[in-house]
């Protein structure tokens, strides 16, 4: 099994990514900026929770905007960017505020990236006080910066970009913060089709106690960690552990754990806590290849076709030829992929291209890093004469 954490997008990317956050308050003055409808962003500040997180403690990043508009300022759920569903919401509602930690990941189980809806905190939609409370945790640690504001006008997305020099900050630290995990419980690799349950467990990094009570939401993706889909939720016991069971009839290569935070915070905030990929192919793999012709005239390319029963992501065939005892690479095949992410496998076509005599060959798709299990085909022979 080959664990790893959900890559966190650059700045103005569409997949979220959380970190981890705490203290020191930081205040900037924004220029006032203008859009043609005539909204307009004031003051703006960022201030961190205030004390050291510990464990599984959950703190907020709270911004607070100065948002004018002679029409008043309209809320709905146009996001900054399209994004995946996170804890049961489609997207987030703005007004709303992305916060990006400016510093790389102190624990890679962490995100970097917030997108949370503003609330009328004073005033009025025409001239008001609008606050963002951003839920973070011991991961995220590191120093956080305001970095745009966006507006719902008519369904499109206003935004507000904040220069460099002017961008609100605020610092977070945190300790022993959750570090999760996933190993399957079903003894692998199974048929297609067949169900597969997995253990997930939440402990504390530096000390190793397990975190019980923890909700945890996982889903199965049919081929990358880039795939979010509505998940089902668990809660660790005592031990930290509990157990999902990937369905056979939603097959997927990788599990995808996160601990949600949007519940303790503002609906709709983006996107979740700590999370993890754990990109497992659990089924079983088979390749098929069949020679065009088995006698040619020596020299003559013959081509050869087959299937690879299995996930084709990142899937590679090779055809390979029998030396002595051993198997000797001789071409690689184009593959053609009925889905990138599909588990029910691809087609593939290669070209041998035999010496006098006969030879024996086979196909060979090696195991990849996504967890596809090594599968050969039956071998055949071919004779140039």
């Known amino acids: 099994m080959r664990l790893r954490t959900l890559p966190a997008p650059p700045v103005a990317t569409v997949l979220p990514v959380v970190t981890v956050l705490l203290a020191l308050m930081g205040l900037t003055l924004a220029a006032p900026a203008r859009a043609a409808s005539g909204p307009a962003v004031g003051e703006t500040t960022l201030s961190g929770p205030g004390h050291a997180l510990v464990g599984a403690e959950i703190g907020y990043l709270t911004a607070t905007v100065h948002l004018s508009s002679p029409t008043g300022i309209q809320v709905g759920t146009t996001p900054m960017n399209p994004v995946p569903m996170v804890d049961g919401y489609p997207q987030s509602t703005c007004p709303c505020v992305q916060v990006v930690r400016s510093a790389p990941a102190t624990y890679p189980q962490s995100w970097g990236w917030l997108q949370v809806p503003l609330v009328l905190t004073s005033g009025t939609a025409q001239d008001g006080v609008w606050t963002a409370r951003a839920p973070v945790t011991a991961s995220s640690a590191g120093t956080w910066r305001l970095t745009r504001v966006t507006l719902d006008g008519a ?68 081929a990358e960690c880039t795939d979010y889909e509505p998940p089902s939720y668990v809660r660790t016991g005592a031990d930290g552990t509990a157990t999902w069971t990937m369905s056979g009839r939603s097959p997927g290569s990788a599990i995808i754990v996160w601990r949600p935070l949007a519940g303790s915070g503002v609906r709709g905030t983006i996107p979740p806590g700590e999370s993890l990929c754990s990109e497992t192919f659990p089924y079983t793999a088979s390749m098929t290849a069949v ?85 050969v085909s039956p071998s055949f022979r071919l004779t140039g004469r």
């Open 155 to 222: 369904g499109q997305a206003v935004d507000f970009p904040f220069a460099r020099a002017r961008q609100p900050s605020a610092s977070v630290t945190g300790t022993d913060p959750v570090v999760l995990s996933v190993t399957p419980v079903t003894h692998l690799p199974v048929r297609a089709g067949a169900s597969v349950r997995y253990r997930v467990a939440a402990r504390l990094r530096t000390s190793g106690e397990p975190v019980a009570g923890v909700r945890l939401g996982v889903f199965s993706a049919q």
């Open 291 to 375: 020679p065009a012709h088995a006698r040619v005239r020596a020299g003559t390319d013959v081509v050869v076709t087959g299937r690879l029963s299995a996930l084709c992501y990142e899937a590679a065939p090779v055809l390979q030829r029998l030396v002595g005892r051993s198997w000797r690479t001789v071409n690689t095949s184009t593959t053609r992929l009925s889905s990138t992410a599909s588990t029910s496998g691809c087609s593939y076509r290669t070209v041998a291209t035999p010496r006098r005599g006969t030879s024996t060959y086979r196909v060979a798709a090696l195991a990849t890093l996504t967890g596809l299990r090594s599968a």
